[in-house]
Nanobody
Framework: VQLQASGGGLVQAGGSLRLSCAAS????????MGWFRQAPGKEREFVAA?????????YYVDSVKGRFTISRDNAKNTVYLQMNSLKPEDTALYYC????????????????WGQGTQVTVSS
């Protein structure tokens, strides 16, 4: 699976962005998908995950609950991260990833990674 993330940019605090992650291949629905982020000088951290096939289960890190929404469109081989009410502390390089496991928060469980897309939130 090859992943291509896009949609990052510069936004003011309180604004919104939608990240997209397009996947290659015909088996996209078989993969659980996740979003992670890495700020300068910090370790990569889990942000959100969605279960394989129908996306009926989702996980979020506490700091984004109620503000971010992960979703998937299997017909388009794409997973999205809608980010609302953005804060300066959301500034990071955001990565999408795929796992053969159903759904997981654990970074080591993800086998495939896209390149990052930069999100910068100004105060």
């Amino acid at each position: 699976v090859q992943l291509q993330a896009s949609g990052g940019g510069l936004v003011q605090a309180g604004g919104s962005l939608r990240l997209s992650c397009a996947a290659s291949g015909r088996t996209f629905s078989r993969y659980g998908m996740g979003w992670f982020r890495q700020a300068p000088g910090k370790e990569r951290e889990f942000v959100a995950a969605i279960s394989w096939y129908d996306g009926s289960s989702t996980y979020y890190v506490d700091s984004v609950k109620g503000r971010f929404t992960i979703s998937r469109d299997n017909a388009k081989n794409t997973v999205y991260l809608q980010m609302n009410s953005l804060k300066p502390e959301d500034t990071a390089l955001y990565y999408c990833a795929a796992t053969i496991l159903g759904i997981t928060r654990i970074i080591k469980d993800y086998e495939y990674w896209g390149q990052g897309t930069q999100v910068t939130v100004s105060s």
